[in-house]
């Protein structure tokens, strides 16, 4: 089957069984059972976060994203939506890590774009991401000792990661690279770090924001100054060197050492007054400004009976409209969930188990909630479809 790109996050009421006797009309040579998302041989994301399953479900692979996660995530909401463009090669990766280091007060997200699809490297560099940017921070906060930082341990996870993909640069002649943003949230602290034009935005209950983050972009004085001292020139157009529109990026390596990943690192403490943070990448602001995202998200949360995940699929169905082209990911935290007490939710240790039936639905617009009946039905005429027309 063609199908490159399925989304059913967010459908709390949704079950997906292996059923021997589920099958649609197909030829012979496509088998249609509804539940094999290995018959999906093209796809490259599939988002099943709150979707109860079974087994079944594909692996993550350089070519493809699979999202099981919740949405709840110690206790702080989470959505996240994204959207795949037209290439051909996987370049959006998001990192969740829920008690991170397995500390109940510590969680780790993540957000890696690549810099350009046409590049392969790009693909393997943001998976590289995604898979080691965890550990590979644990092992740095874990030498901490005497007047040794957090700040100073995403530094080093930074500047470190971008040696190992080296060897992931070598068939693109040292050509493509990602920009990259992470949130570690540790008790009350926030700490978010950045490479590139991925930004990160707080939101506060009253009516403020505050970006959180650095756009590298190389006509930045800072910037500029950094770049003629390297060696490098921004051209008429805004381009360092000519060819690239950020200062500081992961991969790259054409460009060094006039780029670089050395992040610019932020370090928050966390209040009452804050709501949520928004998270997303270059595509979602190049069409986006800050009021306008911050605005559309507290009116769709507020729509949506607090709901972060369809509040996240609102704002990029609103950049897309706005003109929005190629890969794109925006995710909403809930930062201000931290200072609800809730008992932790059970639902994570039931995630897989058969027979786990799910409240109902958070209520929203009309056109959110739909019954299980219905989301079934329509999870099998959309495979249907797709199974004849690629037939």
Known sequence: MELKYLNMSGNKRLQIKRQTGDTVPTSASRPGNLSEFGNLTRLRILGLMDVTITDNVPEDSVDRRVRTSMSTLHNMSYGMADTLGVGENLCIWDLVHPKFQTKEDESLFGLFDGRSDRYRASSYMTSHLKDRFGSCLKIELEKLEGADTVVSALRRTFLGLDRELWSLAQEDDGRGGASALVAYVKGTTLYSANVGDAIAVLVKKSDSYHVIS?????????EASRIKRSGGFVSEKGLLNG??????????????????????????????????????????????????????????????????????????????SYGAKGHMVVMLIGVGDLFTKKEESSESSEYHQQNFKRPKAPEGPVDAVRTNHANLVIVRVVLWYFTLSSC
């Open 214 to 222: 650095q756009k590298h972009i190389p006509w930045n004085p800072t």
């Open 243 to 320: 060819e690239l529109d950020i200062s500081r990026s992961f991969g790259q390596y054409n460009l060094v050492p006039v780029v670089n990943s050395n992040p610019y690192i932020d370090t928050t403490t966390l209040s009452e007054d804050d709501d949520f943070l928004i998270m997303a990448s270059s595509a979602f602001w190049d069409v986006m400004s800050y009021n306008t995202a911050v605005d559309i998200a507290k009116s769709a949360k507020r729509d949506y009976n607090q709901d972060l995940m369809f509040a996240s699929h609102k704002l990029r169905d609103i950049a897309i």
